[in-house]
């Protein structure tokens, strides 16, 4: 059942709790809250996509003919997957001497082997890596660096398919925390950032654009607000005449609780923000074109496509705990919610 989502919040609650009560009727009452330390991340799409997970038995990567095991070392985090030409890539950050690095791997169905590093590690963390692929091939890698998870700033790399070039330094270590990094590289090649940073206020969404070999001065999404903006996540959407588009959710704190939002870049700006979510709406991420989150107020994770108006079409939900998070997967034009 699909049921459009408009911006209204009674309507949108009502939206969301017919899908909650299909969901529930139909068998997709919550389950047993699994460990906080399991994980899914999902890569591509139907029947060939890769499932990366992560639980009390490992880690893994798994296809319909099959899985492999992957070599996590202890209180290594896993944070990113991606489907390649014929295979993947993983990212994650890992304990080293005096901090945290980025560790990766790459491999198919029949195995994984290390990838290294991007060179010149300044600080003492390196975590939150975002793997960015453009034709099926890894282009870049961004990550948040600093010497304090409340110091830290965002830097990148990009990818030759051999070696990594000297990282570039997006944003220094601010006043305050830099957090949340998202990022996708648009139609015409060109690498898009976004992250949440503490303005002395508030957190507010910032971005930066990448073409050619410079990225630009990050700058605001939208202007100032006495309120969080919090956990951004972006994706490419297309072209709008020439040039590239992109759309950017997050959440915002109204004075009681957070709502999704939702602005489109047309490849010079961003539109206003527009309000999608009720009360209690966060977390949000991509899954291809589809955006999952959480609707804290009925305690589900929600599965929906953007319309044509950039209003949310709601697509799936299932009851289910905060942690662990889940992923949506897709086969065809139908969406599903895939607990770890």
């Known amino acids: 059942m699909r049921r459009r989502l408009v911006l209204a919040v009674t309507p949108l609650v009502g939206a969301i ?4 009560a299909i969901a529930t009727s139909a068998g997709g009452a ?13 890569a591509g799409a139907g029947t060939g996509a890769w499932r990366l997970r992560v639980d009390g038995a490992g880690a893994r990567v798994e296809r319909a003919a099959g899985r492999i095991a992957l070599p996590l070392p202890p209180a290594a985090t896993m944070d990113a997957f991606q489907p390649t030409g014929g295979g993947w890539v993983a990212a994650g950050s890992t304990p080293v001497a005096g901090g945290r690095d980025l560790a990766l791997w790459r491999g198919d169905g029949a195995r994984a082997v290390a990838m290294p590093a991007p060179p010149a590690r300044r600080g003492a963390l390196r975590v939150s890596p975002v793997l960015l692929a453009h034709d099926g091939e890894l282009v870049a890698m961004a990550w948040l660096e600093g010497e304090a998870h409340d110091r830290l700033g965002v830097q990148a790399a990009t990818w030759d398919g051999h070696a990594w070039s000297t990282p570039a330094v997006v944003a220094p270590p601010g006043r305050g925390s830099q957090l949340a990094l998202t990022g996708d590289v648009l139609a015409d090649g060109s690498l898009l950032l976004a992250w949440s940073a503490f303005d002395g206020t508030a957190d507010a969404i910032r971005w930066s654009r990448r073409r050619g070999a410079r990225w630009s001065e990050p700058r605001a999404i939208a ?4 309120v ?13 005449g020439s040039e590239p588009g992109a759309l950017l959710a997050w959440s915002r704190y109204d004075g009681n609780d957070y709502r999704l939002l939702l602005a489109r870049f047309d490849g010079r700006q961003w539109s206003a923000p527009r309000t999608v979510g009720g009360k209690g709406t966060l977390f949000p991420s991509w899954q291809q074109d589809a955006l ?3 609707d804290a107020s009925h305690g589900a994770w929600v599965g929906a496509t953007v319309t044509a108006n950039d209003a ?10 905060p942690l662990p ?3 949506i997967v897709r086969d065809g ?4 919610i895939e607990l770890p």
Not at 228 to 240: N, V
């Open 30 to 42: 919550s389950p047993a809250p699994s460990t906080e330390a399991s994980k899914l991340l999902v």
């Open 292 to 294: 999952l989150f959480r």
């Open 325 to 327: 998070r889940p992923a």
């Open 17 to 20: 709790a017919s899908l909650f």
């Open 312 to 321: 949310l079409a709601l697509a799936v939900a299932k009851a289910a705990p």
């Open 223 to 226: 202007r100032p607000q006495p």
């Open 228 to 240: 969080p903006d919090i956990t951004p996540a972006l994706r490419a959407d297309g072209s709008s």
């Open 333 to 336: 034009d139908r969406l599903a």
